[in-house]
């Protein structure tokens, strides 16, 4: 009964259209999957990584935002080696759509971050790097909205970020 009743929620939720008008001030708050074509490692080495990705966005005009974000994947282990990479991002957007479905350019910053541990020691590494990439945010209700974006990232060997999730406009 419950699962219905979250199915059906969800369905209501999904099913609001709203304009979800964007201003100078406003502020968005989100948390999405990210998959990074470099994050991850097997035995034969690099491959597609998992992770989570919460952000922060701040309107400074109704078309320019700044935007902060962390890429945290899941840890890879091989062998007895765990491998944990993140990045920091920060952008800034430029919205060339700014009705109900709302696109974006962006370009900035990024702080690629690894750590590499193994029979009870670690070594770490850091590298920054450019951002560049576009999305779009599809509005759900005046507060909520669905954010899906691509980016590439130039920290460490570079590589393809997408990114799906869920913003809250407040």
């Known amino acids: 009964m419950k699962t219905k009743l979250l199915a059906l929620a969800l369905v209501g939720l999904f099913a609001i259209n709203g304009a979800m ?3 100078q001030g406003d502020m968005r ?7 990074g074509t470099k994050a991850g490692f097997d035995e034969d080495g690099e491959k597609l990584g998992f992770g989570l990705a919460p952000s922060f966005e701040y309107m400074i005009t109704d078309a320019i935002s700044g935007a902060v974000s962390y890429d945290w994947y899941f840890k890879s282990s091989v062998g007895g080696v765990d491998i944990n990479i993140s990045y920091l991002n ?3 957007r430029y919205y060339f759509m700014t009705g109900d479905t709302q696109v974006y350019g962006l370009a900035g910053l990024g702080f690629g971050m ?3 541990s193994a029979g009870g020691g670690s070594v770490s590494d850091s590298e920054a790097g450019l951002n560049i990439g576009a999305g779009a945010v599809f509005p759900m209700s005046d507060a909520l909205g669905i954010n899906a974006q691509a980016k590439y ?5 570079g590589q393809l970020a997408i990114t799906a999730g869920v913003v809250y406009t407040f």
């Open 21 to 23: 008008a964007q201003e």
């Open 29 to 35: 708050a989100g948390l999405g999957v990210v998959l």
């Open 90 to 92: 920060i952008d800034g």
């Open 114 to 116: 690894s750590k590499v």
């Open 153 to 157: 990232q130039t920290a460490g060997d």
